[in-house]
């Protein structure tokens, strides 16, 4: 299993654990993930969740860019659509949930996080979304949270650069709720406490909150489709053969 669930009272941790993978997200690891967070959502002795990745380096270092590097454009929507459930659920359950983000958390890293309602970063947290070097985009949900998250703005300027940023630069444009060492034990108390609050009301806070126009399934669509351009094709490829793309526009 790399994907470990364990009870602090009324608290779920969910622990991807791929640390020789820096907890990348292949498919059998994005499916558990969202099993987990299904049946959680479901759970009422679960009253808030925390997601973490093991190991102390990555909290999700982001995709398996080399079997990404294979999909054609239906393959790429169905990935997409899976990423996307499980980010959905992060964002949708009727209960907090809260990533504690250690180390790398790019690329769809860095959207489970977004989909999370609360983010706490240790000081050697490391935060983007770099696709667009890949000649990608965000697939799961990124071009959208993001700029709920931090203003269109930042958004348009982290997704079309594809830079990361540290933890104190996530904190000061709001990526991130605070920066904590040790991360893990910052999230537990957080989650403690919400625990406590009426589940109900707490339930209602969340729905009412992240009431906003949304344009994730214009998302999803469009993330499969640029599979078939030649430059997707390309960044891919250069990232798995080590090398610089070499993009041409088509």
Known sequence: MSVALTREGAV?????????????????????????????????GARAIVLTGAGGKAFVAGADIKYMSGLD??????????????????????????????????GG????????????ASSSAKLGQPEINLGIVP??????????VCGIGVAKELIYTGR???????????????????????????????????PLA??????????????LDVEAEEFGALFASEDAKEGLAAFVEKRAPRFTGR
């Open 164 to 198: 990361t940023v540290d933890a104190e630069e996530a904190l000061r444009i709001g990526l991130v709720n605070a920066v904590a060492d040790p991360v893990l034990q910052r999230a537990l108390e957080t989650a403690a406490a919400l625990a406590e609050k009426a």
């Open 109 to 120: 890293g860095c959207e489970l996080a977004l989909a999370c309602d609360l983010r706490y």
């Open 12 to 44: 779920a941790v969910v622990t991807i654990d791929r640390p020789e993978a820096l907890n990348a997200l292949d498919v059998a690891t994005l499916t558990e993930l969202r099993d987990r967070l299904a049946e959680l959502a479901e759970d009422a």
């Open 139 to 148: 697939g799961w949900g990124g071009t959208q949270r993001l700029a709920r």
């Open 202 to 215: 707490l339930a209602l806070a969340k729905r009412l909150v992240n009431l906003s126009p949304s344009a």
């Open 73 to 106: 454009p239906q393959e790429a929507k169905a990935w997409g659509a899976l990423g996307h459930e499980a980010t959905r659920l992060l964002e949708t359950m009727p209960k907090p949930t809260i990533a504690a983000i250690d180390g790398f958390a790019l």
